[in-house]
C-alpha cells in the first residue's frame, strides 16, 4: 500500500477479490467495456458476460500472476480506478496502463498514481516503464510527461518511456 498526498490522498493497493468486485462496480458506473478491459464478444454494454470475464480477467493477474501486478486506485478509501505494472522480456523494463472512472478524471489522480506506480518500479529494480495510447488521449499524454515520460507519436499510437528515476 502506497500513498502520496498532493491535495488528496491517493492509494494504490493490490487488487484482491473485495477490491476487484469495488472495481467492477466502478467500472461498470464510469466506464465503458472496451476503456478497462480486453473486448469481449457480443452485443454493447456491461453484459453478463463481460462482467464475468472482468471477473476473470483482474483474478488471473492477482499477486502478480503472468507477471503483472494490479493495483486499484483510490481517492480517500473510494476505489476509483486500476493501475497495473507487467514486466517485459527487455531486462529493467516493464509496462504500464491505467484507467479512471469518468467522475474521477482530470483531477491529477492519474498523476499521483503513476507516481506512486513509477516509486513500486524502481524498488523492484525497472529503470524505465512504458505505457502506450492514443493521439486523441490529451488526458493520459498530459499525466505521462508531467511525470516525466518521452513521446513517440504516430498517427495511431503514442508511446512513452519513463525512467523510474528522473534526472529533472
Same mark, same amino acid.
Given at each position: 500500500m502506497? =500513498?502520496? #498526498?498532493?491535495?488528496? !490522498?491517493?492509494?494504490?493497493?493490490? #487488487? =484482491?477479490?473485495? #477490491?476487484?468486485?469495488d472495481l467492477l462496480t466502478v467500472a461498470v458506473a464510469y466506464a465503458?467495456?472496451? =476503456?478497462?478491459?480486453?473486448p469481449v464478444e457480443g452485443p454493447p454494454g456491461w453484459t453478463d458476460a463481460?462482467?464475468?470475464?472482468?471477473? %476473470?480477467?483482474?483474478?488471473?493477474? %492477482? =499477486?502478480?500472476?503472468?507477471?503483472?501486478?494490479?493495483y486499484a486506485i483510490q481517492l480517500r478509501g473510494e476505489t476509483v480506478g486500476m493501475i497495473?505494472?507487467?514486466?517485459?522480456e527487455e531486462p529493467g523494463t516493464a509496462e504500464t496502463g491505467m484507467w479512471l472512472g469518468r467522475h474521477?478524471?482530470?483531477?491529477? !489522480?492519474?498523476?499521483?498514481?503513476?507516481? !506512486? #506506480?513509477l516509486d !513500486?518500479?524502481?524498488e523492484a529494480g525497472i529503470q524505465k516503464v512504458r %505505457?502506450?495510447?492514443t493521439p486523441d488521449n490529451t488526458a493520459a499524454i498530459r499525466a505521462l510527461t508531467r511525470c516525466g515520460a518521452t513521446?513517440?507519436?504516430t498517427p495511431t499510437k503514442v508511446t512513452a518511456e519513463i525512467p523510474t528515476h528522473p534526472t529533472a
Open positions: 502506497r =500513498d502520496t #498526498l498532493l491535495g488528496v !490522498i491517493v492509494r494504490l493497493t493490490p #487488487l =484482491d477479490e473485495a #477490491l476487484t468486485e465503458e467495456p472496451d =476503456d478497462v478491459m480486453p463481460r462482467r464475468t470475464a472482468f471477473r %476473470a480477467f483482474h483474478r488471473s493477474h %492477482a =499477486d502478480g500472476a503472468k507477471g503483472t501486478l494490479m497495473r505494472l507487467r514486466r517485459l474521477m478524471r482530470s483531477q491529477g !489522480i492519474g498523476v499521483d498514481a503513476l507516481r !506512486i #506506480l !513500486i518500479a524502481a %505505457a502506450d495510447t513521446l513517440t507519436t
